[in-house]
Structures are given as C-alpha cells and as structure tokens.
C-alpha cells in the first residue's frame, strides 16, 4: 500500500497521543515515555494497537523526543530508542494494512550552546537511523519554525526520492507558534518546499481555535493539509496536567475540519483510542462534500490613520537622518530624560531612540519611557526591544501597546545576557534572538499592522575581527524584514575603512554609531567592560586624570567630531549615544560636524 495512492482519494485517520496517554495509563509524568521502548516495551505496543483498532489508519513510531539533546543520552542510546521504537510499531501493525510513520518532534537549543548546524546535523543521525530499519514516511511535528526544514526534508529525499515527508506545526490559539511565525507565514513559506510532500498543524490549540484558523485558509485545494489539535486545554490537578475527556466533542469539530479539506486527521495531547474511534466512526457516517475553499465570512476592517514616519522617509529620501539615543531612568524620575528629547525637538533631531536595559541593568521600560517622550515632547521615538526578559507572548504584547501609541520604529537586539544569572534568581529568557524578533515583528506587520507598519531596526556592529560574517548576520536580518542598521560605536580606522570599500547589496541603509567620550576613566571603562566596543590608544591618551569636566568633554567632542567628519560620506545618517544623558555634548557635535 502505498501512502500517495491512498491519499488521492481517501482521509487518512491518524493515532492520537502517545506521551499523555502513556502518562495516563501508567500514572508516570515524569519520564520521557521514548525511554518505554526499552524497559517498558509492551506498554508502548499495546498503546500502538488500541490506536489501530480504533480506527487509524497510520501510526506515529514513540520517537517525539528521541533525540540526544533533547533526552541529554548519548547518540548510541539514541539510536537503540528509535530502532526499538520503529520495530515495535512494525510489529503492532503487522498484518493490519496500517502506515508506520517516524515520528520526529523538534529540536529545541535555545539558552544551550547549540546552533542550527548541530540541529541539521543531529536531524540526519535520526533520519538516517530510521531509514536504515527501512522507514519511508516521516512526520516531522509540533514544529515552531521553519529551521532546517528545507534541508532535512531535501536531504530525505536525497536518500529515498519516493519517500512521504510530512511536516507540521504547533499554532497557538493567537495563530502565532512559540517563535513568532504566523499561520499564514507558514503556509507561504512551506508551500515553497519542494521536498515537503504534507503540511499542518499539531497541537498548540484545541480543535475549535484550530478550526477558526483553518478556515480563513485558501490552501486545500493543491496541498495534502493534516490537523492533529489537542483534546483540549488542559488544567493542573495534583500537580499533574490534565485534559478533558471529550471524544464525541473532539470528533465533532474535527468533522468540521475534515469538510474543509483537510486530508490527514488525527489528535495530539489528550487524545486517547476513544478519541479517534469515535472520529472514525463519525467519518464513516459522514456524506457530506469537502469545501475546499476558504471562508467567506465578513472581516473586520480596520480603520485608521496611517501615522507619519519622517525618520523613515528622511532615510529613504537620502536625507541624512539624526538618532539620538537617551538612557532610561532607573528610578521614577523622568525631569532628566523628558529635559533631553525636548533639547533633541529642538535641535532638529530626527529620532530618539530608548535603550532596553542595556548590559541587563534595570530600567524603565523602554516602550513605556518612548511612548511618553512621543506624546509629551512630540518628536518620533524608536525604543529598542531585546529577547532577554520576556517571553515570545509578552514580547508581541509589547508590539501590539507601541502600536497602539504610535510607535513605528523598532530597534530589534537579542539584548545582554543577565550577569551572573547562576548565582542569582532573575534568569534570562530568550525565547527569541535578533533574527527572530526581527522576522516576529515582520510577520505582525503582515498580519496585524498592514498598511501601517513598524520600521525594523537592526544592530550592525562592525568592530569584530570578522567583518565578512557580521555582514552575512546583517544580510540575514535584512531578508528577515529588517529595513535599516544601526552600527556599534565606531573608533577605529580599520572599521571606517571597511565602511569605505564596503558595497552594498540592495537598499539597506546604515547609520553610524558614534559614542562621545566624556573623561579618561570612561574610555578605560569602555575598553575593559564594554562587549564589541574598543577605544584606539590614540584617543585614550588624549585624556588625562587631572583634566576637568570642562575640558575632558571637549576632547570628547573632537574626538566624535573628527570621526564622524570620517564615516559621513560612507554612511545614511547617524546613531549618536548620549554619554550619561549629557544631551549638551550631542548638540555641540552635531552643530561642530554636520551643515544643516
């Protein structure tokens, strides 16, 4: 039996849960349940053959988390789950003309030293495993990107052209993954995959959320479409997560799914044998004609204003926009910080920017501290946004707030980790890095901002000995929906050269970044304590410990005056931080070095 064959005219009713009914029946929730397939074997096959006699049609092999950074075992141990898996499905289904489908979860390295090469690389040993015992169909699921997916699924069909690859993804109910990336995101972006014979959506959001997103899509007609939701949402009883059991309501709404055109169907966590015989039944019961169409119920038009971006359109228009870059208070007290964008109105300056607790030191919140310098002061403000502190859900709140208060510039940073997170309590998040912000916001701009958008900023820091690299980060960050850069602080002339003879791809725009020096101790400071930022000798030894206030920040402002008399013909405009909030010192440089 071939899988293509049987698909071109028939649903495919897949299991239901492996690791909450495992949990359920055997009263374990602690372990991993991949480890069953050594030590608790016939558990795991009786589970496979209550699935098939209620009704599927293909089984997942108990392999989700089978992988050796997720289960922190040893390759070889690795290896012996997924044969002892694979073979235990084969058997459960021997004889019961029932697919056996490699069932692979995702890879999760955040806030490990892993990067996507070890993903790719730890996706081949699993693949390569299962198709060693012969497997020829692979479900890749509960997926939050698109990381590795071309090359993965590319890669199988390297080995096997005639091999079934079905990938699907974990939706919330917000129609956004874990990452960030929309459902329509995922439709444009997968559907671009050759390799990818299937595409759909696996746990995440209960089968009625999971309808009302699936029927806004326009996609059933010329792709195999698999929805596998949850039972549910489950509550925490005993410390113990459980879901609702509701087979004939599960069934119902999955039959709505099914008449939209889903072709593979099946359940994820919470879904037990009851589930899916009850699904099967009511399906055979079923006569009625699939929609394969999208649905025409009314939207909701937004209606709106679209706000004024100057910064942007001075920056399309090679007009040489100003930033300015103001500290938030680490108190209450606003007279200081409100006192400098005002001066910032009143000399012109195109932007203020707000940092977001830079080198992980508490501040006010930087969307906060921007929208009020807007409404008060009313000149346009870019607060910087970082992957340190929040999650991805109160990261896109936070968008969707600077939004509403008519922020529509965004400096997009993966931000500094917590300084000895180990030995304190407050741990650092990063759900997201630059990359991914970036691609989160792009996707909003899509989905919820259309037709006034926020402009996505990105950090370009060209102090690092491989300049070739950090501009391949850029030009990823550029393909990510970002729109401008803004560069680290520049000093050195080994960097203003690069600049010089750097040629640029496409319209991306750069604005220098230039840091005012304001006393000897500062320069040291910054030297020694302040990541991706060096101060040539040179400049250093312009400063001594006896000099005054008074003259030690007019060397600082030659100094910045003398470089940005260098990098101006080589730049868009620029990025100038304001040493402890001394706004006087910025005006003076910018009066000393730009002709208005």
Known sequence: MNIFEYLKDKFLITDGAMGTYYSKITGDNKSFCEFANLDNADTIKNIHREYIDAGAKLIRTNTFSANSITLEVSREEIRNIIKKGYEIAKEAAKGKNVFVAADIGPINISGIDKTTEDVYDEYKFIVDTFISDGADIFVFETLSNLDCLKEIAEYIKEKNKSAFVLTQFAVMQDGYTRDGVSINGIVSKIKDIKAVDAFGFNCGSGPAHLYSMLKKLNVYKDNIISTLPNAG??????????????????????????????????????????????????????????????????????????????????????????????????????????????????????????????????????????????????????????????????????????????????????????????????????????????????????????????????????????????????NKKLSNGAGFFLTQPIFEDETIEFLSNFKREGKVKILGGIMPLVSYKNAQFINNELPGVSIPQKYVDRFHVDMTREEAEKVGIEIAVEIINKIKNYVDGLYLVTPFNRIEMIVKIIKASITK
């Not at 099914?258 to 593979?264: C, D, N, Y």
């Not at 400098?340 to 508490?362: F, G, H, R």
């Not at 208060?405 to 990063?430: C, H, M, Q, W, Y």
């Open 233 to 474: 949402y489950p509550e925490i009883v005993n410390e113990r997560m459980v879901y609702i059991d509701n087979p004939e309501y599960f069934s119902d709404k999955m039959l709505s799914i099914k008449k939209l055109g889903a072709k593979i169907i099946g359940g994820c966590c919470g879904t037990t044998p009851r589930h899916i015989r009850e699904l099967s039944y009511k399906l055979k019961l079923d006569g009625s004609k699939v929609i394969l169409k999208a649905s025409d119920e009314s939207k909701i038009i937004r209606k709106f204003s679209k706000a004024n971006n100057n910064f942007i359109e001075k920056l399309k228009d090679n007009k040489f926009p100003l930033v300015v870059e103001l500290d938030p208070p680490t108190n209450t007290v606003m007279d200081k910080i409100m006192h400098c964008a005002e001066i910032c109105k009143e000399n012109n300056i195109d932007l203020v920017t707000v940092a977001d607790s830079p080198m992980s030191k508490v501040r006010v919140d930087s969307i906060v501290i921007a929208s009020k310098i807007k409404r008060e002061i009313g000149i346009d403000v870019m607060p910087h946004i970082c992957c340190r502190d929040k999650n991805v859900n109160a990261i896109r709140s936070s968008i969707l707030a600077a939004n509403i208060e008519g922020i529509r510039n965004i400096l997009a940073v993966t931000g500094d980790p917590v300084s000895g997170a180990e030995e304190i309590k407050a741990k650092s998040v990063f759900n997201l890095n630059s990359f991914r912000l970036i691609e989160l916001i792009s996707e909003m701009n899509k989905e919820i901002f259309n037709g006034d958008e926020i402009s996505i900023g990105g950090a370009l820091n060209l102090n690092v000995a491989n300049k070739n690299s950090e501009i391949s980060r850029m």
